[in-house]
């Protein structure tokens, strides 16, 4: 027998994460065989989350979608006929001609968010066509726009403190992120900074591994983040604490953001977050006395109606304190603000100006009555019955027979089981991609380790192909890998640098380098490089004004919050195909108490909306009124086939239209019967 070939190869993760890992990738045979870090991108520091390094068995898993092919069976069955690539092909060509011929191009609606971001993944070829089309426009909104919009509006493009120099601080705030289970790699720089004598603060309505860890945790309920960093804003200047030079100098419009503060005293905003005012003090107390002090603040804080309004205030903190101009001294969002390019170059094609739809309304947008009616569905990157709001709306749309799906998948996820035609997509080890860190300051350009499994292909062939078969290709476009990297770079300051970095060594650093310090080495990208703490801009965008604290509407028979917070078995829904058993919700003692239920009960969750079945784990490590089931589980992981989207409402948020997943309200009951017989 002949022996078998090992070789260890370099490569880069472009998941949906902040760290934008290297990677070393064992292959034996031509085969994935492991993954581990590297430390060509220092941050990863030679080691990576137990997520991706189940990735060979998504690559080479029984899920694994080897094959073209089209639904031979009803809508959801699950049943296909495997064809070749160009009869599924002619047959996505003929629909989408038709449907633009008959009902214009608005009919086909694009569906993509997340599933990888990278450059050539998405916003590249895909961005081509469906513009080249007159497609409607899709609002990926489901996460950060809210985050983005407010910092955006507060900061311009503006970098932020570098993971690597937190150990410098001696404070750090982390505000609605959980280092333990998403972003890892800022946890070693915590952990230094602890022993180098810093406190931690965090702000968070569950005990994370953080929260016990940590010098102050702040429980508050779900949606009070905003009045919380108010009072603190309203006390920081009550108490001579706000920086008056510094906001003179570098600021305009705060003396609007003090006036809008002025009416959450700490006992005002403690009584709506549901905490001690005495806890708030010694926060607000413990941050004007801590010089460095950086917030990181995460995503959580974002996803409800306030969540926009909510951003804002926390990044107005340091700037009302006079934390900036010092090494670990300010905040970090996304480090997407430290690159100059445009994701969006590579495309050649400019947006059309068809209407926009918001992909959280995806479950309303495919009801019959829409109009004018979505006729296409084309979906990649994307699982949206697990990750969007009212799961049952979008699985109802999903069984139109007028409504043609088409999915282009890696695995047979939730969605893939209701298409027309179903696409086997490459993963990021089978394609070329380029993708820049939002949390390292770190830009990778990777080649395929292997060859694709079966007869996937990538996005960027794919919507090559179809843009040639559809006659939306036009000469000088941008069509291979490089050529489309080397538009993305062109638009940058330093091209030349990047271009010169990617091609010798698959990788570059930002134009700012990888530590700089806000208000020393990048400034406001506004006008007059200030803060701008109350945009006129922000302000008409919300309803009622920026700062407006609107609460969520209490319903007596739905009492509970339930949060679906990330966890550490996969990212977003990607991965959760290899978590076999079921998945049960999180309730506090108390709450399970008042309801008879016992650890491993069965329970349904319930509202207007939906139901989930599955049983029920007691966690203390919850506040009192709060339950907790993971976001991006599939349908396998409960007893019903629903999952927290299902009782999830698609209002948006007061900036940028955000998915409001933590606005959930729901009621808890025991059912009769074991967990097995649910």
Not at 408 to 436: C, G, I, K, S
Request: net charge neutral.
């Amino acid at each position: 027998m002949a022996e078998s070939r090992l070789e260890v190869v370099s490569s880069a993760c472009p998941l949906d994460c902040p760290d934008s890992c290297s990677l070393d990738v064992t292959l034996r045979d031509g085969v994935v065989e492991s993954l581990g870090g590297n430390r060509v991108n220092p941050l990863t520091a030679g080691f990576i989350c137990g997520k991706v390094r189940h990735f060979p068995e998504l690559m080479y898993g029984p899920d694994r979608v080897l094959f073209p092919s089209v639904r031979s069976g009803p809508k959801g069955s699950g049943k296909f006929r495997r064809v070749s690539w160009d009869e599924a092909l002619e047959r996505i060509a003929t629909r989408i001609t038709e449907v633009r011929d008959q009902s214009g191009g608005e009919a086909i609606l694009p569906y993509c968010y997340g599933g990888s971001n990278g450059w050539l993944t998405q916003n590249g070829l895909d961005a081509r066509f469906f513009h080249r089309l007159g497609a409607s426009r899709l609002a990926r909104t489901l996460c950060a726009m809210p985050a983005s919009t407010a910092s955006t509006g507060l900061y311009g493009k503006m970098a932020g403190v570098a993971f690597e120099d937190y150990p410098a601080a001696r404070l750090i705030v982390l505000w609605g992120v959980n280092p333990a289970v998403t972003g890892i790699h800022l946890a070693p720089f915590i952990h230094q900074a602890q022993a180098n004598g810093a406190k931690v603060a965090v702000i968070d309505p569950r005990r994370t591994q953080f929260a016990r860890q940590a010098d102050l945790h702040l429980a508050l309920r779900p949606g009070t983040d905003l009045p919380v960093a108010l009072a603190i804003i309203c006390w920081l200047f009550d108490s001579g604490r706000a920086d008056l030079g510094f906001l003179a100098t570098h600021a305009r419009n705060w003396e609007q953001l003090r006036e809008r503060s002025q009416e959450w005293t700490l006992e005002r905003a403690a009584n709506v977050a549901g905490i001690p005012a005495e806890q708030i003090a010694a926060f607000a107390e413990l941050y004007a006395e801590s010089k460095p002090a950086v917030v990181r603040c995460g995503w959580g804080l974002e996803r409800n109606v306030n969540g926009g309004s909510a951003i804002a205030a926390v990044l107005a903190l340091p700037a009302i304190a006079g934390k900036f101009g010092v090494a670990g001294g300010g905040f970090t969002l996304s480090q997407s603000a430290a690159w100059d390019v445009d994701a969006n170059a590579g495309a050649a094609a400019p947006p059309p100006a068809t209407r926009v739809i918001n992909m959280n309304r995806l479950g309303e947008t495919l009801r019959p009555e829409f109009q004018p009616p979505v006729r296409v569905l084309f979906v990649y990157n994307c699982n949206p019955l697990s990750t969007v709001p009212e799961q049952n709306k979008i699985r109802t749309g999903l069984m139109r027979e007028d409504l043609f799906t088409v999915v282009h998948e890696q695995v047979m996820t939730d969605t893939a089981l209701y298409a027309d035609v179903l696409l086997p997509a490459t993963t990021f080890l089978e394609h070329d991609e380029a993708r820049r860190g939002y949390g390292a300051m770190l830009a990778f350009y990777t080649k395929p380790v292997v060859d694709p499994v079966g007869e996937a292909r990538s996005n960027h062939w794919l919507f090559g192909e179809l843009c040639r078969r559809l006659g939306l290709s036009q000469p000088g476009d941008p069509e291979t890998s490089d050529e489309l990297v080397q538009a993305i770079v062109a638009t940058s300051a330093s091209a030349a640098k990047l271009s010169e970095s990617f091609a010798k060594n698959g990788r570059a650093v930002p134009p700012c380098g990888v530590r700089p310090v806000q208000f020393v080495d990048v400034f406001p990208g506004t006008s007059d490089r200030r803060i701008d703490l109350c945009p006129e801009s922000l302000d008409r965008a919300t309803s009622k004004g920026l700062y407006t604290y609107l609460p969520v509407a209490a319903r007596e028979e739905y009492p509970l919050a339930l949060i679906s917070p990330s966890t550490s078995r996969a990212i977003s829904s990607t991965l959760y195909q290899l978590v076999r058993d079921f998945v049960p919700v999180e309730i506090h003692p108390d709450d399970a108490r008042e309801r008879n239920i016992a650890d491993g009960d069965s329970v349904r969750i319930f509202n207007d909306s939906g139901e989930v079945r599955c049983t029920a784990k007691l966690n203390a490590d919850l506040r009192p009124g709060l339950a907790a089931l993971p976001k991006g589980l599939w349908a396998r992981h409960t007893h019903n086939g629903q999952t927290s989207n299902a009782l999830a409402p698609d209002t948006l948020s007061d900036l940028g239209e955000g998915a409001c997943f933590n606005d959930t309200r729901v009621q808890i009951a025991r059912t009769n019967g074991s967990a097995t017989q649910s």
